[in-house]
């Protein structure tokens, strides 16, 4: 059965840290981005990070929201099927429920990210509260 399962997620102070977890089963997880993306209470979703499949020799492609850049790191581990973020210097306006998405015919990971293109698969969410 196809899932994507988020973890990790709960509540946290103002420039606390979480870590969040993607696991992946029912498809060729080496093959897909894997982006995450968080919706807060009465605003649109946003894309915040994305990470491409393995490219060889080179790194994995990155891509990061303007907001959470230098403060959220997405990376993958392929042998576990699983993707995470680590999300420090956490800020109220973090506060949303995140999801992870796969994609498998992304031509851009910057549009993968900011719009959605080529997603395939969607988790059902975790909850990120910040807050004192």
């Known amino acids: 059965q196809l899932q994507l399962v988020e973890s990790g997620g709960g509540l946290v102070q103002p420039g606390g840290s979480l870590r969040l977890s993607c696991a992946a089963s029912g498809f060729p997880f080496n093959y897909y981005y894997i982006g995450w993306f968080r919706q807060a209470p009465g605003k649109e979703p946003e894309g915040v990070s994305c990470?491409?499949?393995?490219?060889?020799?080179?790194?994995?492609?990155?891509n990061y929201a303007d907001s959470v850049k230098g403060r959220f790191t997405i990376s993958r581990d392929n042998a576990k099927d699983t993707v995470y973020l680590q999300m420090n210097s956490l800020k109220p306006e973090d506060t949303a429920v995140y999801y992870c998405?796969?994609?498998?015919?992304?031509?851009?990971?910057?549009?993968?990210?900011?719009?959605?293109?080529?997603?395939?698969?969607w988790g059902k969410g975790t909850l990120v509260t910040v807050s004192p």
């Open positions: 998405a796969a994609g498998r015919n992304i031509g851009s990971i910057q549009a993968m990210c900011q719009t959605s293109a080529g997603i395939n698969y």
């Open positions: 990470i491409s499949t393995y490219g060889g020799d080179t790194n994995y492609d990155t």
